[in-house]
């Protein structure tokens, strides 16, 4: 039994009481939201690990942070140190995007070191072993496609990207665009190349029913993903993007009626002035199942700051509604990140999801910043740092301070003692 399945039969799962717990919210009003589809626990009935967490509704924004190997740079090591510094600075999930080397035995030890929900793209290892073949991605066999699904869903992997809402239809009409950037998703590039090629409908989205027992199977939840996200902000909002969103909606609703958990990922880059809008189309076209962002960013001209571009973009859009922000590093558009990379990724998402929660009324989410106020009003510098989001990077900065009691921007002149008429010097 899926856990959308037992929420629509009344049952309240381990899982459900944990996470209502921790998001102080009570166990019925999260079962229902389940069992609505408004929130997902992604959690493979193959994969034991200790933070479940819920997507959606009335709970806190969580964030992602991929990983993963390339054909250039394969080292199972660095990835899972990797892993470790993105869950150490705070990811609710990580994403194994791999592409090089034993595919197989990465994805196994993520899923041994991970202690948060772990998510892939299926279509990235088939890709990956075509072109180790010298193939043509055009070539891939469908069936071969699904074999690779059922292979890591079995293996343990919580929630998959399928790129189901690139259609045969939409791709001709993807191509009549006049679009800056055309397609920028690696698995909606390999999917319209197929069917342009092959003349045939894409097989995710022909076979979605197939696609939806393997789910089930598992209690995998489906990540309906974004094939034609706008790679650019003057691609934003356009028919393509929209044309999909549609898509995504109809398949969402036909998994939950399949008893599968489904959530709707969307752009991508898009103007400040769009966020909201983007937000609010999903959320009305696929009935508020959550939705899990790339960003979004709302710039294209800050490559090595994009994660502090995507940070502005996350934080508008988590505050109108987006549930799920993946993370975006300082290597965005440069280089497959590294260590550091992860860390600042995961930090500015962090900042922008608490500031979303912020506005979304989220239990504790004010009362933290309001408790940082009245320890800086104390000069309780342990209590700031306890509080702090990146408490090593404050603990670090505060270091250079020649007085405990205050900081080095002030020093003798302490805006907080004189107002305290207490001693500055």
């Known amino acids: 039994m899926t856990q959308i399945e037992a929420a629509k039969k009344g049952i309240i ?23 609505q589809g408004k929130v997902v626990i992604p959690k493979n009935k193959n994969h034991d ?11 806190r924004t969580k964030i992602n942070a991929n990983i993963g190997t390339s054909i250039d740079c394969p080292s199972i ?55 180790e073949q010298d193939i043509p991605t055009y070539k891939m066999d469908p069936d071969t496609l699904f074999k ?45 190349d197929w069917i342009r090629r092959n003349k045939k409908e894409n097989p995710l989205y022909e076979y979605f029913d197939d696609l939806l027992e393997i789910a089930y199977k598992y209690d995998v939840t489906l ?22 969103l549609i898509i995504l909606g109809e398949l969402a609703k036909r998994a939950r009626e399949k008893n599968v958990q489904a959530m709707i990922e969307g752009p991508g880059h898009v103007p400040i002035n769009q966020i909201e809008a983007n937000i609010l189309l999903e959320k009305r076209l696929c009935d508020e199942a959550p939705f899990y962002i790339l960003g979004p960013l709302p710039t294209d001209i800050a490559p090595g700051y994009d994660h502090i571009t995507s940070a502005i ?6 505050s109108v509604g987006a549930d799920f922000l993946c993370y975006v590093t300082p290597a965005e558009h440069l280089c497959l990140p590294d260590e550091e990379d992860v860390y600042q990724g995961v930090i500015a998402s962090k900042i922008a999801a608490h500031i979303a929660d912020i506005a979304k009324g989220v239990p504790g989410a004010f009362e933290r910043d309001l408790q940082m106020s009245k320890y800086r009003k104390e000069l309780n510098w342990e209590g700031m740092f306890s509080l702090a989001i990146d408490p090593k990077r404050a603990r670090e900065k505060f270091q250079k301070n020649r007085d405990i009691n205050s900081c080095t921007m002030c020093g003798r002149l302490c805006a907080v003692k004189i107002d305290q008429k207490l001693p500055t010097i």
């Open 13 to 35: 799962t381990k899982e459900m009481e944990k996470i209502a717990k921790d998001e102080k919210i009570s166990p019925n009003e999260l079962r229902e939201l389940v069992a």
């Open 49 to 59: 690990f200790p933070n479940v967490m819920g997507i959606g509704k009335k709970l």
């Open 77 to 131: 090591e660095r990835e899972i140190n990797k892993l470790k510094v993105a869950i150490e600075a705070g990811a609710d999930s990580v994403m194994d995007l791999s592409t090089g080397g034993d595919l197989q035995a990465i994805r196994e030890a993520i899923l041994e070191h991970s202690t948060v929900m772990v998510g892939a793209v299926p279509i990235y290892a088939v890709a990956a072993k075509l072109a």
């Open 148 to 192: 690779s699904i059922e292979e890591q869903c079995k293996q343990g992997i919580d929630y998959i990207t399928v790129h189901c809402g690139v259609t045969k239809e939409s791709v001709e009409r993807m191509d009549r665009t006049d679009r800056v950037c055309g397609i920028v998703s690696r698995g909606g590039s390999i999917l319209a």
């Open 223 to 244: 990540s309906l993903g974004d094939g034609f996200r706008p790679g650019a902000i003057a691609d934003a909002t356009d028919r393509a993007q929209i044309d999909e």
């Open 313 to 318: 973009g996350g934080a508008i859009a988590g």
